[in-house]
């Protein structure tokens, strides 16, 4: 009965499919956020922001602010509700947040330290968030929201790990954040000696810190991070450098992230990826393909078609928007 079941499963999920839309941009698209069949949102370079309402068929794109800006991560709420976030050293990284559909624009944090830089956000509900960046003087960038972004705290660093030399993440997909429940969240680290998750269980008051096998260095580490409960998860990433390799890319967890046992099947860097809501099924995606596991991640099947920077699914849906590089978008369904 057990095999049968698993079979049903991979079946029913089998063959995801990629349709190409047109975005109307040639920016390089970072961010995605899927809030229904009809409505999404992306954001890249350029200081671009992007809504359908029509399930892709069209993309307005948005005014946030003259600045020219780099927005790779954004975060939606709602159909009406999004929270941008900008990178760069100091003042460049910032929040922005509409609560009219993209017409009108709040800026809510702008950094004041110049050696801030901000990496990604992630929300558990409309009033808590939080946002990583890379660390300071050894010391871990962690921010959180507990108004809706009205004020953002940065967390002292006694609540803190030390950071690791050079430690923060990759600004490359907005998904080096994962959130679970209503205050638990994993953070995925690179660019240092050695690729670590950082854990909270009290919306980011204190933190754990834990070792994972994937390779690490200046261009590899953690590129993203997902949890489909509060044990099991998966991490990817690789070298962004060598974007055809899958060396020590892939782990996966089943005690909540203090422990990672490093698996393979990917075929190339990948730079986030996402559990089909309610699900055993993992999509991982990069700039060069993407691959799907029926399984929790034990094996793995390339996914036919173009790659992307980023995806996300619609909440308790299983198709979503990946967006990447000159303006890429696509749909993907199982």
């Given at each position: 009965m057990t095999n049968l079941l698993t079979l049903l499963i991979s079946l029913l999920f089998a063959s995801p499919v990629w349709t190409t839309q047109?975005?109307?941009?040639?920016?390089?698209?970072?961010g995605v956020s899927a809030v229904s069949e009809q409505v999404a949102w992306a954001s890249g370079s350029g200081s671009t922001v992007l809504r359908t309402t029509d399930g892709g068929k069209t993309w307005s794109s948005l005014t946030v602010t003259t600045d020219k800006l780099d927005f790779r991560d954004i975060d939606a709420i709602d159909a009406n509700t999004a929270y941008a976030l900008s990178i760069g050293n100091g003042e460049a990284s910032r929040i922005y947040k509409t609560t009219d559909g993209g017409q009108t624009w709040t800026l809510e944090f702008k950094n004041q330290n110049p050696k801030a830089f901000l990496d990604a956000m992630s929300f558990w509900d409309a009033e808590h968030g939080i946002v990583f960046g890379d660390s300071i003087e050894g010391k871990l960038d962690i921010v959180v929201t507990a108004d809706g972004g009205k004020n953002w705290n940065r967390i002292i660093s006694d609540k803190l790990p030390a950071a690791l030399e050079n430690e923060g993440a990759f600004a490359a997909s907005g998904t080096n954040i994962a959130i679970y429940g209503k205050q638990e969240a994993w953070i995925g680290t690179g660019a240092?000696?050695?690729?670590?998750?950082?854990h909270t269980k009290d919306g980011g008051l204190s933190w754990q810190a834990f070792e994972t096998p994937l390779a690490a260095g200046q261009s590899s580490g953690i590129f993203s991070v997902a949890f489909r409960d509060a044990k099991h998860g998966v991490i990817v990433g690789g070298d962004y450098?060598?974007?055809?390799?899958?060396?020590?890319?892939?782990?996966?967890?089943?005690?909540?992230?203090?422990?990672?046992?490093?698996?393979?099947?990917?075929?190339?860097?990948?730079?986030?990826?996402?559990?089909?809501?309610?699900?055993?099924?993992?999509?991982?995606?990069g700039p060069g393909g993407g691959d799907y596991s029926a399984d929790d991640g034990k094996t793995w099947k390339p996914i036919v078609g173009p790659?992307?920077?980023?995806?996300?699914?619609?909440p308790r849906k299983n198709f979503g928007w990946g967006a990447g590089a000159k303006g890429g978008i696509g749909f993907l369904k199982f």
């Open positions: 047109n975005s109307g941009v040639t920016a390089r698209l970072r240092a000696s050695k690729a670590r998750v950082l450098t060598k974007e055809e390799e899958a060396v020590n890319n892939l782990a996966l967890t089943y005690d909540g992230g203090q422990t990672w046992t490093l698996t393979s099947g990917l075929t190339g860097f990948r730079s986030v990826v996402a559990y089909v809501p309610g699900t055993k099924t993992i999509v991982a995606v790659g992307f920077d980023t995806f996300s699914f619609v």
